[in-house]
């Protein structure tokens, strides 16, 4: 079957993917000479043509392959601290980093 869609889990968000997406998964330790991350936590494979093959609660034997563009920041996230009549503000940010990842292969 040549999957033209598939819905991945990674670090408990699922996100749906397709072969040549260039997606933002969240960061983890890779290896200088890592080229490639394989997600083995597929939860749906489909295509226009044929119906869905969904997991309980993954497929058996699924995996999507992608390779590793780069690592990427996410949005400045502002928040506040206040308490009021005392004169106390307390401004804090926080950036989100993310490894942003090229879908080569879905095998189901």
Not at 9 to 32: A, F, H, P
Not at 48 to 76: D, F, N, Q, W
């Amino acid at each position: 079957m040549a999957a033209t869609y598939a819905i991945i889990e990674d670090s408990g968000t699922q996100i749906k993917v397709s072969e040549g997406d260039v997606v933002d998964v969240d960061l983890r330790e890779v290896t200088s000479d890592q080229k490639t991350v394989t997600f083995d936590k597929v939860l749906a494979v489909g295509s226009a043509s044929s119906p869905a093959k969904i997991g309980l609660p993954y497929l058996a034997g699924a995996k999507v392959t992608a390779t590793i563009v780069g690592e990427a920041t996410g949005p400045k996230l502002v928040t506040w601290k206040y308490k009021r009549r005392k004169g106390s503000r307390k401004k804090m940010g926080h950036r989100q980093g993310y490894l942003r990842v090229k879908i080569d292969s879905i095998a189901a």
